[in-house]
């Protein structure tokens, strides 16, 4: 196995592990896996401007190294095309592990969340890093309580056709709270909540892209089964502003970092229709299997412990990514040329 070993001064290590209080005015040295991706890379964003020296580990499989350009020319920042499934050696203060085939599409990959998690926490292990883990509301499954609270434990169908994303991220939780309570890693874990803005894969299936490609493009809004269903809405800038809190602070979670303003897939078929094309057709088609009802996130203890809530509505938020995706998608911005 290939390994990479990387050495840093030692002006910035983080001897013992432990962060103290405070630290957070120091510059750290944080690793980012699935830092080339849509979360991961306004993450990075985030970091480097915050002054830290920032690694991306990063197999390219959804992420897109255009995310990471603007910091190529930069000493404190550094990408590696690697998998995380295979081991790595690297020296830094922080893990955020986001890392994972993340949408529809892309589902079918267990062993990224069971063996990349495993190898990001034995690495944490071994230079006692903090470990941040991204798991995702899906660990709730089709739940039977709303909104859901971090005390739920799910309703999940080990055996369907999601359930190598919802399992996999309920392992990935398990891994690190066993390191956590087994071994003395210092884990947080953030359940995420349906999030969006600009940088998000277009054709990935996730139905916010999918319905703002599609209004650009004049295509009908595909809307599966009835389009009662619920999800909520989170802006990227909040989200990430949430996991930095969640890393800083005092507390391993799980937190539920999502914006409780809760829709209907026809009523966010709407709002992109008001913001895009008024114009846009809807199409129904039928649902996939094992599609959760109804999502919301319960807050409350985000809010009380990382003094954290999302400031961005869907209606705000939606248009902010519009001009992302035309370029994208038509190779110009006619909103940025007028
Ligand atoms: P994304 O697909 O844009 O980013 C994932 C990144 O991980 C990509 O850059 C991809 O290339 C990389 N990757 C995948 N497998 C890898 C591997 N084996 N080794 C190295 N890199 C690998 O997705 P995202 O929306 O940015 O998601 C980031 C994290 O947040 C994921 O863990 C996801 O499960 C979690 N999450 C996201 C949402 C959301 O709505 N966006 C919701 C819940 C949870
Ligand atoms: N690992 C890694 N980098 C490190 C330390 C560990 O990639 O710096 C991997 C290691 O190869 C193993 C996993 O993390 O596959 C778990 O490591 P741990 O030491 O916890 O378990 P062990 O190797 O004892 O099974
Ligand atoms: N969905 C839809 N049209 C699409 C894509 C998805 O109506 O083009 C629906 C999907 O059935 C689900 C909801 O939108 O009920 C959210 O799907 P997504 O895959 O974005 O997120 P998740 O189901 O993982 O929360």
Redesign the pocket.
Known sequence: IALQVNHFDGEHYNAGGKIPLGLKNKKLRILVTGGAGFVGSHLVDRLMERGDSVIVVDNFFTGRKDNLVHHFNKPRFELIRHDVVEPILLEVDQIYHLACPA??VHYNDHKTNVMGTLNMLGLAKRINARFLLTST??VYGDPLQHPQVETYWGNVNPIGVRSCYDEGKRTAETLTMDYHRGLNVEARIARIF?TYGPRMCIDD????S??VAQALRKEP?????D?K?T?SFQYVSDLVEGLMRLMEGDHVGPFNLGNPGEFT?LELAKVVQETIDPNAKIEF?P??AD??HK?KPDISKAKQLLGWEPKVSLREGLPLMVSDFRQRIFGDDKEAKG
Do not use: H, I, K, W
Request: net charge positive.
């Open positions: 949408s529809p509301s899906e349906n299936g996730r139905v916010v999918n319905f809004l595909t809307v599966y089964g389009g269903q999800r897939m088609r649902n996939t599609d959760p999502r």
